[in-house]
């Protein structure tokens, strides 16, 4: 069962995956993503968090079990109503023509755009890439670009699209360290406007400074923490290591690892 959540932007019913002659990688998995929230998604490598993200966003069709988004059932959503509620970062993202970053991201306005995109579309463009920083790569060519300024580029393109519900795919995996503050402190701050963010992360220091709730991927199970102080908890200590020590910091709790 999952845990009960006062205003749920996303419900996630008895879902199961395997993929084709694969083992299974979810089983009866249910859970809720609050509104207004940060939600982190953790795990080991394999453990199936893409999987269950992608399933959640509706990219990867799901046969067995429920995701409700604000009610609806996600797979039954048209594209262009899906991409208003729900925006989704894939972990890899690999260029098929030469465009430029500001076309790039104004892809993203593909659920608002009839024919040609009109000046709203434009701000939404300019006002993305001003938001991460990045508005001098406007004209530059989205191939040509750094592996970290290729993935500014496509958080850029999640929020010109604007959905209800941003969920990330280790969207800070090739960030440097200030970027990566950069974007989880706005991200965090997109909360406060009526914004739901789902990320997996990988760093439990990251996860636990800006993550309000957390769902552990672990053996084809999603486990529902929300409180930080958890992290101490057995499963959590076995899913990252064995070995880390906790500390307080403003509030929220980091780790160290023990190197000898
Ligand atoms: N298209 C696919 N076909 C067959 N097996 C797949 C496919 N995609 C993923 N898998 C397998 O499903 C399992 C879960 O993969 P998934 O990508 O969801 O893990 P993950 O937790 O996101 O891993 P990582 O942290 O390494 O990104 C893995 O064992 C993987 O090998």
């Known amino acids: 069962m999952a845990a009960i959540v006062d205003?749920?932007?996303?419900t996630v019913n008895r879902l199961s995956h395997s993929y084709v002659n694969g083992k299974p990688v979810l089983q009866d998995v249910s859970f809720s993503i609050p509104e207004n929230q940060f939600t982190v998604i953790m795990?080991?490598?394999?453990?199936?968090k893409s999987t269950l993200l992608r399933m959640t966003a509706g990219i990867l069709p799901y046969h067995f079990g429920t995701v409700k988004a604000k009610?609806?059932?996600?797979?039954?959503?048209?594209?262009?109503?899906r991409a208003r509620k729900i925006g989704f970062l894939p972990q890899h993202h690999k260029p098929v023509f030469p465009f430029k970053v500001s076309e790039v991201v104004l892809t993203g306005r593909a659920s608002y755009v009839n024919f040609t995109p009109g000046k709203k579309d434009v701000y939404e463009v300019d006002k993305a890439l001003e938001l991460l920083g990045i508005s001098a790569l406007k004209d530059r060519v989205y191939s040509d670009l750094s592996g970290g300024e290729q993935q500014l580029v496509m958080i850029a393109r999640?929020?010109?699209q604007k959905p209800e519900v941003l969920m990330l795919d280790e969207p800070i995996s090739h960030l440097d360290y200030n970027n990566q503050l950069?974007?989880?402190k706005m991200l965090s701050s997109l909360t406060n406007q009526n914004l739901t963010i789902v990320a997996v992360l990988h760093d439990p220091n990251m996860a636990n400074l800006f993550g309000e709730r957390f769902l552990?991927?672990?053996n084809r199970k999603v486990h529902e923490v929300d409180s930080a102080e958890t992290f101490n908890h057995e499963l959590v200590r076995e899913v990252f290591y064995d070995d880390l020590t906790m500390f307080?910091?403003?509030g929220r709790y980091v780790f160290l690892p023990r190197v000898k």
Request: proline residues 6%.
């Open 248 to 250: 307080k910091h403003e």
């Open 158 to 160: 999640l929020i010109a």
């Open 43 to 48: 795990g080991q490598n394999g453990s199936g």
């Open 71 to 81: 009610g609806s059932e996600v797979r039954e959503l048209k594209p262009k109503e």
């Open 216 to 218: 552990f991927v672990h």
């Open 182 to 184: 950069r974007v989880l």
């Open 7 to 10: 205003k749920p932007a996303i």
